[in-house]
């Protein structure tokens, strides 16, 4: 899982921003969004241009180049910080599988152009690579011999030589190799997506498709059926065969019309997140962009409920609706606002205690936790 994570140089993030999950506060309510020592549900704000879009794009920079998962390569056009003189970006991700720490380290160009990239495991560097001189070595046990500059064939110098390991090496089963999977097998679960597009999204699977063919294929149209009259949506949902092709449809006395010509764009967004939903258990770490742009505050909160029973799945989203704001349905480590590159959550913002009866809406509407910025962020 998740524990840190920090970038700079790369969009809107000039100075280095951290986004910590491993150092939550000991509230005795909603501790189901903790696991392992980490924060693995979340909810972050912050204004327009503040880079909370951006910060999704960072965190699932790691993609592009360890997996051959789907990508949003064009999210990436504008890469390196305009305003810095500094060739890379540069990426840290802290994770902890089974109590051993994994650190991956990265300087890229641009999207698919690595500068370096290092692997840590258990406070041992197990790979590092210098794409400038071309020289790099693994101690991982089962990849020892692999030469991680001459074996590789002519054209394929911006390959990760992490991601050359993972395909090549046959490794020896010890906690520190088994610490290797899990980082590589997690980062291949990554799943980020945008509530606005139709189905753009970034990792886990490969290829587009329709949602609702997708609802169908997985077998969902009945449970998903009843999801939307839960959310006080009634439709009696078909399947139906056009041109070679199954998609969802209405029925209706009258007559029987797509699902699409028919929902609001409500309940398109509303289909497309129950789509990933369905598959949100078989992610590891989950970013959903303006993840409520289009929903009524009640159901908003609703989608916060479903999400916050995953198990083993760390789930982080972004919103400008301060009525999610309440201890009901998360706590103040699991708040997050991003200003000015620092990405603290509430319990962090300020120096106040905060219990579970604040009304954390009010205190933020108020600027209660803009007043302060913990030096420990920038660490």
């Known amino acids: 899982m998740l524990k840190r994570f920090s970038v700079i140089n790369f969009k809107n993030f000039d100075q280095r921003a951290v986004f910590e999950l491993d150092n939550p506060s000991n509230y005795e309510f909603n ?3 903790v696991q392992n020592g980490c924060i693995t549900k979340g909810i972050v704000y912050g204004i327009n241009g503040s880079g909370k879009s951006n910060l999704a794009l960072a965190l699932f920079d790691i993609v592009l180049h360890l997996t051959d998962k789907e990508k949003a390569f064009d999210k990436y056009a504008v890469y390196l910080n305009l305003s810095s003189n500094k060739p890379i ?3 840290e991700y802290v994770f902890v599988f089974d109590g051993i720490e994994v650190i991956y380290r990265y300087g890229k160009k641009d999207a698919m152009t690595l500068d370096y990239e290092t692997l840590d495991i258990d406070g041992n560097e197990v790979v590092s690579y210098d794409y400038n001189t071309g020289r790099g070595y693994t101690i991982l046990k089962g990849a020892e011999t692999l030469q991680l500059s001459s074996e590789l064939q002519a054209g394929t ?3 990760s030589r992490v991601k050359f390991i993972k395909s090549n090496a046959i490794l020896e089963n010890n906690a520190i ?3 290797f999977v899990s980082f590589t097998s997690f980062v291949d679960n990554m799943l980020m997506f945008y509530s606005l597009d139709s189905n753009r999204y970034q990792g886990l699977n490969i290829g587009g498709g329709s949602y609702t063919q997708g609802i169908i294929r997985h077998g969902k149209i009945k449970e998903f059926e009843r999801f939307l009259h839960e959310q006080g949506i009634d439709y009696h949902l078909v399947s139906l065969d056009i041109n070679g092709t199954d998609d969802i449809f209405c029925q209706f006395p009258r007559q029987t019309v797509p699902f699409n010509m028919v929902a609001s764009t409500g309940t398109k967004s509303l289909a497309l997140f129950y789509y990933w939903y369905t598959v949100m258990p078989k992610a590891s770490f989950v970013f959903i962009d303006e993840y409520d742009a289009f929903y009524h505050f009640e159901l908003s909160q609703e989608l916060v409920r479903l999400v916050r029973s995953l198990v083993g799945t760390q789930v982080f ?11 009901e349905l998360l706590r103040p480590d699991a708040y997050f606002i991003i200003e000015n590159n620092v990405i603290g959550s509430l319990d962090k913002k300020t120096d106040k205690e905060l219990r579970r009866a604040h009304n954390l809406q009010k205190m933020y509407k108020a600027g209660s936790f803009n007043e302060k910025t913990c030096e420990m962020l920038y660490r």
Do not use: G, I, Y
Request: proline share 0%; hydrophobic share 35%; net charge negative.
């Open 177 to 179: 190799n088994k610490a």
């Open 157 to 159: 110098e911006k390959l």
């Open 317 to 327: 989203m972004t919103t400008h609706n301060t009525d999610l704001l309440s201890n």
């Open 89 to 91: 970006a540069e990426f």
């Open 31 to 33: 501790d189901e969004v």
